[in-house]
């Protein structure tokens, strides 16, 4: 939690975030809402994996592995580019 508060304020982000500890691999059709709301707004989304694997997204959307960090548990939400 501290180093993603750190990556935040060195990014000078003071807005709305959201953290998601999963433990599975079926992610909530209420929290996929949620994530699909954020990314419209703009709002870093962040997953901590628990288990062996991430939760599957709606199509348009994956985790990216933040390999910056050392736990490589640590995964922010992106928009896969429409190459």
Do not use: T
């Not at 180093?3 to 959201?18: D, P, Q, R, T, V």
């Not at 985790?63 to 960090?69: G, L």
């Amino acid at each position: 939690m501290e180093w993603l508060f750190a990556s935040l304020l060195n990014a000078e982000y003071s807005g709305k975030s959201h953290i998601i500890w999963c433990n599975g691999d079926r992610l909530d059709s209420g929290l996929e809402q949620v994530m699909k709301k954020a990314m419209r707004r703009g709002e870093p989304v962040f997953l901590y994996r628990c288990g062996g694997r991430v939760s599957p997204l709606p199509e348009g959307l994956y985790w990216r592995m933040m390999d910056e960090h050392p736990s490589m548990r640590i995964y922010q939400l992106e928009i896969k580019d429409s190459d």
